[in-house]
């Protein structure tokens, strides 16, 4: 378990996946929403300008958690790069997260998988930065290429928590708006953060995880089961009702629209450019799965696992430690038995948005 606060002055902060590999081995939606960058890397690849002799390309994962899902990006951008110069142009891959990410199980799996991007590729330099990515995090006019799946919907703070409901799709009225606010500054901080480091003629290439123009997720039916599910230890007494409270997921769904505006109008506008968006949405990996095996208790593990590799930190996180545990514990039985009563009501349809964006030419 990540020792990451929950919570600082009252604010709900930003939050890393479960540590100790947990989020590598459990997040298999997430990694079949990075299939969807491969295309779209390459595309930007042949886009940019060649670098020159030994000029070194520096790439830039921005949110890597533990590194499964960033392997075959990364790799796609090695090969592109390399075959439009057609030479060993040495590459830097630098991946980012906040400070109490779990980077030993990123630089293990560079060490020693065999999808490590490294594996056998001479000239590849993998560094990895602790630093939040609404904020500068590399000199000005470094980076050729930036990539980030299934990151911004994570905000720099949950501005409040929601009553009766532990995330935004649930949210309504002025708490919404308010999520919304906070989605928004967030967005611009992190595009005017990346519009400082991208080198001119760099792209930036998103995954997001975003909303329908309804402003669902495709996720709700999950985190209504989750929510029920802490709903019924409170009732039951294993978890206290100002316990329960406390918890909110820091996470916004931006709609199209939302994604869109900055580069509409705005002091952006003039820097970036919106070169592709796409809405897609991603095939449940888990459900396909259930529905070959029919495996129904494999399937709610499986779900119950992937809901606590991505959310326990930020629900449990403030709980003192032992506290924490036996609470994970009884979570992780009561949403598992549910999910196996009715597995569909953990199906998921997440709705994805694809950019692509390129720092304007001086
Ligand atoms: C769902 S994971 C996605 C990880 C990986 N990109 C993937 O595709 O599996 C979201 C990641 O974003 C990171 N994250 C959230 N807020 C962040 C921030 N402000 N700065 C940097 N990373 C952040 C989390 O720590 C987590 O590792």
Redesign the pocket.
Known sequence: MTNSPDSQGGQHV????QGAGFYNAH?RP??A??DFALPMLQDAVAALPVPVASEVFTAVD????QGR??MAPMKAVIEAVRGRTKSVTPVAVIH???PG?DFTSLFELLEHSPDSYRRGVPDVFALAAGE???KQILPPAQVWLGHS???VH?L?AAPSTIPGQIWSPRATGAVRSAFAERARQDWLAFLQARAVELRPGGRLVIVGSGANDSGNSGAESLVDLANSTLQALVSEGTLAQDEYEQMVIPTYYRTMAEFCAPFAAGPLAATLRLVKNAPAVLPDVLWQTYEQNRDTQGFAQAYADFFIA?YAPSLFGALDATRREQILAAFRQHLQQRIATDPQQAECRWQLILLAIEKRAA
């Open positions: 930003e939050e890393v996946m997040s997430q990694h929403a990075g921005y949110g890597s958690s899902n960033s980012t997260d906040l990410n939040s990515f609404y799946s299934i990151t994570w720099s991505a």
